[in-house]
């Protein structure tokens, strides 16, 4: 127990009848002190984390929730699944390269075949649908349309991406375009380092525009580099 001590506030007359006794405050001993800045501080925390846990789970609502115009597909590469490397004019990129080259890939396999998706296009296509998929991106192949990296536009190229792009509208999947997806035509790094030189630019904007002027009519996603 502690001993305590009374403040005596006196105010106007002092008249100490039962309903005129001045105001008596006690003074706390330590211990009482103690105590009460624990409870204090433990009402503080559990405020704390109370706001923090509501905070919480209303960031974890947010990621949960997608947008209503967020849109669901499925993606691939020109190098991963088209094959068909030495058809219809297809230049080498360097992909091509990389993988005739011993030590380079485990099991020596290579994109030269892959999915064969260049022959089958029309079968892929079906059994997108048939999963309900309603987008798909795509990316297009450098060398495909240009052999040499620029120069003239292989129409074979030109007339592969047209069926493939008409074919997904017929079965009501819009078509995504990636315009680089690291198969980089082998003609422009022998030439001059590809990205590494500044000559790149010009040769990118000339195949970029030819895709734009191409299949722009009827593909309104783009995606420059995958």
């Given at each position: 127990?502690?001993?305590?001590?009374?403040?005596?506030?006196?105010?106007?007359?002092?008249?100490?009848?039962?309903?005129?006794?001045?105001?008596?405050?006690?003074?706390?001993?330590?211990?009482?002190?103690?105590?009460?800045?624990?409870?204090?501080?433990?009402?503080?925390?559990?405020?704390?984390?109370?706001?923090?846990?509501?905070?919480?789970?209303?960031?974890?609502?947010?990621?949960?929730?997608?947008?209503?115009?967020?849109?669901?597909?499925?993606?691939?590469?020109?190098?991963?699944?088209?094959?068909?490397?030495h058809e219809?004019?297809?230049?080498?990129?360097?992909?091509?390269?990389?993988?005739?080259?011993?030590?380079?890939?485990?099991?020596?396999?290579?994109?030269?075949?892959?999915?064969?998706?260049?022959?089958?296009?029309?079968?892929?296509?079906?059994?997108?649908?048939?999963?309900?998929?309603?987008?798909?991106?795509?990316?297009?192949?450098?060398?495909?349309?240009?052999?040499?990296?620029?120069?003239?536009?292989?129409?074979?190229?030109?007339?592969?991406?047209?069926?493939?792009?008409?074919?997904?509208?017929?079965?009501?999947?819009?078509?995504?375009?990636?315009?680089?997806?690291?198969?980089?035509?082998?003609?422009?790094?022998?030439?001059?380092?590809?990205?590494?030189?500044?000559?790149?630019?010009?040769?990118?904007?000339?195949?970029a525009r030819?895709?734009?002027?191409?299949?722009?009519?009827?593909?309104?996603?783009?995606?420059?580099?995958?």
């Amino acid at each position: 127990a502690c001993e305590s001590t009374k403040l005596i506030l006196i105010q106007g007359n002092q008249d100490t009848s039962e309903n005129n006794r001045p105001f008596q405050y006690p003074q706390m001993c330590s211990l009482q002190r103690v105590c009460i800045t624990i409870v204090m501080a433990l009402l503080v925390i559990g405020g704390v984390m109370l706001y923090g846990d509501q905070s919480r789970r209303k960031r974890l609502q947010m990621y949960h929730v997608f947008p209503e115009n967020f849109v669901w597909g499925v993606a691939t590469s020109s190098y991963q699944i088209e094959g068909a490397v030495h058809e219809d004019g297809r230049g080498d990129s360097i992909w091509d390269t990389y993988c005739t080259i011993q030590g380079n890939i485990v099991d020596g396999s290579s994109g030269a075949v892959a999915c064969d998706h260049y022959h089958r296009v029309d079968d892929d296509i079906k059994l997108m649908k048939q999963l309900g998929i309603k987008a798909y991106r795509f990316s297009i192949s450098w060398p495909r349309l240009f052999p040499r990296g620029t120069g003239q536009v292989n129409l074979a190229g030109i007339a592969f991406y047209n069926h493939l792009i008409d074919t997904l509208l017929e079965h009501d999947i819009e078509p995504w375009i990636t315009l680089y997806h690291w198969d980089l035509p082998q003609a422009l790094e022998d030439r001059y380092g590809g990205w590494l030189n500044v000559s790149i630019v010009d040769d990118f904007g000339n195949y970029a525009r030819t895709c734009f002027q191409a299949f722009g009519d009827r593909v309104k996603n783009w995606i420059t580099i995958n």
